[in-house]
């Protein structure tokens, strides 16, 4: 009887149980919110308004790199003024500057930006602002560089001879965004100059995540026959790319001895 009467108390107690955490969950969940909510309100509002991203987007680069610029405009919310006292970009490409003075209530601070793009490939940046309040701003800027002279020759330039009897080598690279192989080079050489070239061989596959293009080189062999002039070039054309001028300088590989006296 006894053993019945200690079950059926544990049977009564479950339903209390069941009730008493029900509640206290309600409860744990109503504070949690409370704290989120005042967290946010407190930390993550913010007391300037204004753009805080922006995307150049794709854009032209001449060699050997080209400078983009922005100018983020934030506007001060608060009925104080806010002082400006560090800004830091997240990398080397990036740039800025900022007034030295307090932006009152109301008034706009403008924060030039700049952003160096030295290859064809995509390239993001962030610039971390701190106030003398606390409160920590971060700005955001990306864009994809193109050259907008994709062809370019390793050597810069050909050094000839025309003692050499192997000829003169050298290696055209080209960023390339079109389906298949490039179009083969033509050669526009100057008088006493012969061109010729291999074919081309891809040496960088295109990477999606890095926005770069495919890169393919070709191997450029010229023999000089004759006399070149002073200002000759080898113009190199490639259907849809710009054309690319090559400086070409004579010189002789056994030159003879100075003369004395």
């Known amino acids: 009887m006894g053993d019945q009467a200690v079950f059926d108390v544990g049977l009564n107690a479950t339903p209390m149980n069941n009730g008493f955490s029900k509640r206290k969950a309600v409860i744990t969940l109503a504070i949690f919110a409370t704290v989120v909510w005042f967290v946010f309100t407190t930390i993550f509002t913010s007391s300037l308004s204004g753009e805080l991203r922006h995307d150049f987007g794709v854009v032209p680069i001449d060699r050997p790199f080209s400078v983009l ?43 030039p930006t700049h952003l160096t793009l030295r290859r064809s490939q995509f390239r993001s940046s962030k610039i971390r602002l701190e106030f003398d309040n606390g409160e920590i701003v971060v700005l955001h800027i ?40 490039p179009p083969r080079p033509t050669a526009n050489p100057p ?71």
Not at 82 to 102: D, F, H, R, V, Y
Not at 148 to 172: A, C, N, Y
Not at 198 to 204: F, N
């Open 142 to 181: 990306k864009g994809v560089g193109r050259f907008t002279q994709p062809l370019s020759f390793v050597q810069q330039s050909m050094k000839l001879s025309i003692d050499d009897e192997d000829g003169f080598r050298g290696v055209l690279k080209l960023e390339w965004e079109g389906n298949g192989r």
């Open 191 to 261: 008088e006493g100059l012969k061109v010729e070239f291999d074919e081309w061989r891809m040496a960088t596959a295109a990477d999606p995540h890095k926005m770069t293009p495919e890169i393919w080189t070709i191997i450029l062999k010229a023999h000089q026959i004759s006399a070149l002039a002073d200002d000759a070039a080898l113009i190199v054309n490639i259907e849809g790319v710009t054309e690319l001028i090559i400086p070409c300088t004579a010189e002789t590989l056994n030159p003879p001895p100075p003369k004395i006296g």
């Open 69 to 111: 610029e922005h100018t983020f405009r934030l506007t001060n919310e608060t009925d104080q003024p806010l002082q400006l006292i560090k800004a830091t970009p997240s990398c080397g490409c990036t740039t800025t500057e900022w007034p030295e003075g307090p932006v009152a209530s109301g008034e706009e601070l403008l924060i």
